[in-house]
């Protein structure tokens, strides 16, 4: 059964006691959002402490990145183990700005999707086209090389517990949000393709959420196409009503 899904990345954002301040907020306003798995992506600093005050609701704790590597020697790195084990249980791989600033390859988003279904986590998996890639009408080349080289080696068995996001990089943080119509067509193209590798169940099942400058007064016109099962949420998720408040609108 496909899910509609309200995830909010929080980017670098929220010192410990404003996140754990923001956490309680949605926490306590999460009672009104009905089928919808509501998710927090907070800093890595604020999991543990996240887990434990979603613990009794019906929040789910993500994560924003995770290591490629398994564990050991890579100074700096947070892995997939550690992560599950303080309750973690979805990961956002693949967004543009570590592709972008930390020069996160398809290849390398690859083999943290693969880490990541192994230890039992949840990733879900970011794409897009820059704004010269959409004006050069090459986004749904762009995309489809994305999902092919991201997904490479997985099966149908494997996809059942990803989830995809479409974010046009354009429209990230800029304000700047595709057109209902816009996000559509793109979630209908990436439904196509994964029922071209995996079948009709898995491209039924699997939830394609909308990212880039969505917020309370435009969720409602992108929930309500049939391909868009939710959304990633950035700058709006900043703001427990305003994160509620989209994840009420299907
Ligand atoms: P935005 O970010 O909502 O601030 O545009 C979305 C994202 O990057 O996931």
Redesign the pocket.
């Known amino acids: 059964m496909r899910k509609n899904i309200v995830a909010g990345?929080w980017?670098m954002n929220k010192t410990f006691p404003e996140g754990v301040e923001l956490i309680q907020q949605i926490v306590n306003q999460a009672d009104v959002v009905k089928n919808v798995e509501l998710i927090i992506a907070p800093p890595f600093i604020l999991t543990a402490e996240a887990s434990k005050i979603i613990k009794d609701s019906a929040v789910k704790l993500g994560a924003q990145n995770c290591s490629n590597y398994k564990e050991g020697a890579y100074t700096g790195e947070i892995s997939a183990s550690m992560l599950k084990s303080v309750g973690t249980e979805y990961v956002?791989l693949g967004?543009?700005?570590r592709r972008k600033y930390f020069k996160e390859t398809n290849e390398i988003i690859n083999e943290k999707i693969k880490l990541n279904l192994e230890i039992g986590l949840k990733p879900i998996v970011?794409c897009g086209e820059v704004l010269a890639e959409r004006e050069k009408e090459e986004h749904f080349q762009v995309v489809n090389k994305q999902i092919k080289e991201m997904f490479e080696g997985m099966n149908a068995e494997n996809m059942k517990n990803i989830i995809i996001?479409y974010?046009p990089v354009w429209?990230?943080?800029?304000?700047k949000t595709a057109t209902p119509e816009q996000a559509q067509q793109m979630h209908l193209f990436i439904r196509e393709k994964i029922k071209n590798s995996y079948g009709s169940q898995i491209a039924n099942d699997i939830s394609i959420l909308y990212?880039?400058?969505?917020?309370p007064s435009n969720a409602k016109e992108l929930f309500a196409n049939p391909d868009v099962d939710g959304?990633?949420?950035?700058?709006?998720?900043l703001k427990a009503s305003d994160f509620i408040e989209i994840a009420k609108s299907f």
Do not use: R
Request: aromatic content about 0%; some cysteine.
């Open positions: 990345n980017k956002i967004h543009s700005e970011c996001a974010e429209a990230i943080g800029t304000g990212g880039g400058s969505c917020k959304g990633l949420i950035g700058g709006a998720s």
